[in-house]
T-cell receptor, first 112, second 117 residues
Framework: ETGVTQSPTHLIKTRGQQVTLRCSSQSGHNTVSWYQQALGQGPQFIFQYYREEENGRGNFPPRFSGLQFPNYSSELNVNALELDDSALYLC???????????FGQGTRLTVV | QQQVKQSPQSLIVQKGGISIINCAYENTAFDYFPWYQQFPGKGPALLIAIRPDVSEKKEGRFTISFNKSAKQFSLHIMDSQPGDSATYFCAASMSNAGGTSYGKLTFGQGTILTVHP
């Protein structure tokens, strides 16, 4: 176990709706990243947070947004869901300055 | 320049055999190269990682070989077992100028490994 937990495990939403996914980082880890993994593909970087501020973003539209809280837990919010948003969403936590990143089990989002 | 290319896409090995997965990168600023193992329905698990200042790292049955001049690195799984059957991803990331922070992981496309008993 990595100590990184995500909720919910599975989620089904309708196109156009909004969704919030949650991540609890490994104890002491102050950096969290979110990734989208489509079926049969490698994870794609969405964004990264350090000390509650976004400090890196991948090629995702603004309707993908995030938050990191003082206890280092975080959220991924997606507005105006599209069918192509169906994927496994992964969060990864690590210590700033240390490259080893540990992933949660992911949230499987299905948009219908 | 941010891509990491992984091959083969799938690999079938007999129990006890050696599994070899290869990755190539373009960006010479990458300075951290991990391998992740992912089982169906699970998140990727960090398996082993290497920095470019060494050419090989071994942990149990898993070895990374790194060729800086060729910009390639590979994962070798010795004495492959059916329990090793999973999808393997190589990845790369880079630190900032001071080495005080790391950015995103750039992943390869994945290799589905099947080890037959």
């Amino acid at each position: 176990e990595t100590g990184v937990t995500q909720s919910p495990t599975h989620l089904i939403k309708t196109r156009g709706q909004q969704v919030t996914l949650r991540c609890s980082s490994q104890s002491g880890h102050n950096t969290v990243s979110w990734y989208q993994q489509a079926l049969g593909q490698g994870p794609q970087f969405i964004f990264q947070y350090y000390r509650e501020e976004e400090n890196g973003r991948g090629n995702f539209p603004p309707r993908f947004s995030g938050l990191q809280f003082p206890n280092y837990s975080s959220e991924l919010n997606v507005n105006a869901l599209e069918l192509d948003d169906s994927a496994l969403y992964l969060c990864a936590s690590r210590l700033q300055g240390i490259p080893e990143a540990f992933f949660g089990q992911g949230t499987r989002l299905t948009v219908v | 320049q941010q891509q990491v290319k992984q091959s083969p896409q799938s690999l079938i090995v007999q129990k006890g055999g050696i599994s070899i997965i290869n990755c190539a990168y373009e960006n010479t600023a990458f300075d951290y190269f991990p391998w992740y193992q992912q089982f169906p329905g699970k998140g990727p698990a960090l398996l082993i990682a290497i920095r470019p200042d060494v050419s090989e790292k071994k942990e149990g049955r898993f070895t990374i070989s790194f060729n800086k001049s060729a910009k390639q690195f590979s994962l070798h799984i010795m004495d492959s077992q059916p329990g090793d059957s999973a999808t393997y991803f190589c990845a790369a990331s880079m630190s900032n100028a001071g080495g005080t922070s790391y950015g995103k992981l750039t992943f390869g496309q994945g290799t589905i490994l099947t080890v037959h008993p």
